[in-house]
């Protein structure tokens, strides 16, 4: 890489993007991977199956940082301010066409290749889904800005390989409602509830955005994001279906980045708040055959493991024949019922969604229970400070090919002048972090904050696993009598 002592941020990033660019290309080559198109079909790397090789995760990281950095510095102040200041609007586009279906309305792989007038997808829309096909066209060209959609010819759009994501029925279009729908009426109310002296200082869930939103829209009787769901059953449904889709940033860096392998051969895997068990599922297929006795209990309420029995009766019906799952209703702010020595809790995404005095009591309830052999795993976004980075002498070329993909998965560091936190790459953490804000007055913590509930709750943080994805795996073992607080391992 050039000297970036001396090279213009504009170059400096060209140079740090194009350096990413080859890397990407040359590891898909060396993979036997095709490229990275749009058109609308699925990549290999897209799979739940799938994990990219240490080195093309990264590179894709840098890449990603790199040209949105390049953006920021070459848009001028009109597309900044708009571009920033009406991304709801995104939002709103994305969540209609999730809504009433739009991908299904193509009905074969030449059709999604070629397109539809827009006059013959809404005619194929259901009755009750139908919209205006301007007003439709209009919101796909907004989406087509961030190439989701395009329009090969006037008034004929196609979906692009994003587009896909919101097939109607797919955990990733369950995403959209309640997530996506929540966030938006909880966006509404955000500045006014940070800014009440009312609420300043109230972390409780019952005041978080999303509560004051939904009363402005006449819903009072609600009191908080879960009663939500108590009064809107069929949000329930699609909010354990949309963690599936949440997988999608996590999954894959969590089986392929944690040593599963090593774990005693007699384990029982609790998952702890499970839904309908996606990562236990595909926990237990990693090591199924070359550990016989390892087992998995997922907890939850009981309406989630009805979905949750469905779920593993089509994926993995041998497990359910061999008895190797078993569906367990629990309410993890009690003592956990498992006592069994090698137990693992698992909590996936489970911290976030709670102030520290409630993620505090759901370890207790662990630890109550937590045999000295065992062990808690958290997976959950760690976040780092956006800091800046500085120059190295050691050219980013030489970094990435430094790069074991054979070895555990270690993160490098941003190059320069990409902040060290990663820049864009890491935004999806940050929004989670704002999103749990918005739903449940929680938050997504840093390392420090992470250090503050496990030691309050009896457990000591043995060593933080990244993954290749926003999920960390954070590993706690329980402080025994005679011992102290042990250091933390990275």
């Known amino acids: 890489m050039a000297d970036t002592t001396t090279q213009t941020p504009l170059l400096t990033l060209l140079s740090v993007l194009s350096t990413s660019i080859h890397t990407i290309e040359a590891e898909l080559k060396a993979g036997n991977m095709p490229t990275f198109t749009l058109e609308p079909q699925w990549h290999p790397l897209d799979s739940l199956d799938a994990v990219p090789a240490p080195r093309l995760h990264e590179a894709r990281r840098v890449a990603m940082a790199s040209a949105n950095m390049i953006k920021a510095l070459v848009q001028d102040v009109g597309t900044a301010m708009i571009d920033m200041s009406t991304q709801a609007l995104d939002q709103s586009a994305y969540i209609l066409t999730a809504d009433i279906g739009l991908v299904d309305v193509f009905k074969t792989d030449e059709e999604k290749r070629t397109g539809l007038h827009i006059e013959e997808m809404v005619a194929r829309l259901p009755e009750g889904k139908k919209v205006l096909p301007q007003k439709l066209a209009r919101c796909l060209r907004l989406l087509s800005t961030e190439h989701w959609w395009i329009e090969p010819a006037p008034d004929v759009f196609a979906p692009l390989r994003w587009a896909l994501l919101n097939a109607t029925g797919s955990p990733s279009w369950a995403w959209a409602d309640p997530v996506a729908y929540g966030s938006l009426v909880a966006s509404t109310a955000m500045i006014e509830q940070m800014t009440d002296p009312a609420t300043l200082e109230d972390d409780t869930v019952e005041v978080a955005p999303l509560v004051r939103g939904l009363h402005s829209m006449g819903k009072t009787h609600i009191k908080d994001f879960w009663d939500w769901f108590m009064h809107e059953p069929e949000r329930l449904t699609r909010f354990a279906q949309s963690m599936e889709g949440h997988g999608y940033m996590s999954l894959p860096g969590i089986k392929a980045d944690y040593p599963w392998d090593a774990l005693p051969p007699n384990t029982t895997f609790v998952d702890v708040g499970a839904g309908q068990g996606t990562v236990s599922l595909h926990v237990l297929k990693k090591v199924y055959d070359n550990s016989p006795g390892f087992k998995v209990v997922l907890q939850d309420r009981a309406q989630h493991l009805d979905t949750g029995k469905k779920y593993w009766t089509i994926q993995f019906p041998k497990a359910m024949e061999d ?106 953490a940050h929004q989670c972090d704002i999103l749990m804000n918005n739903l449940l007055n929680a938050l997504e913590r840093t390392a420090d904050n992470f250090r503050i509930i496990i030691q309050a709750s009896g457990f000591k943080l043995n060593r933080i696993y990244p993954t290749r994805g926003s999920t960390s795996i954070l590993e706690l073992f329980p402080i025994l009598p005679q011992e102290g607080v042990s250091h933390t391992t990275l």
Not at 388 to 414: G, H, R, W
Request: glycine letters at 4%; charged letters at 25%; a neutral charge.
């Open 323 to 428: 008895g190797r799952v078993e569906f367990e209703p629990h309410d993890f702010f009690e003592a956990n019922p498992r006592k069994e020595p090698n137990s693992v809790y698992f909590l996936r995404y489970i911290m976030h969604d709670w102030r520290d005095e409630f993620a505090i009591k759901i370890l207790k309830g662990i630890r109550a229970s937590c045999h000295p052999t065992s062990r808690v795993l958290i997976a959950d976004c760690v976040m780092r400070e956006a800091l800046p980075s500085e120059p190295s002498d050691t050219p980013l070329e030489t970094v990435l090919q430094s790069i074991d993909n054979n070895a555990p998965y270690k993160p490098i560091k941003a190059p320069y002048p990409i902040p060290q936190n990663g820049g864009f790459a890491s935004k999806s």
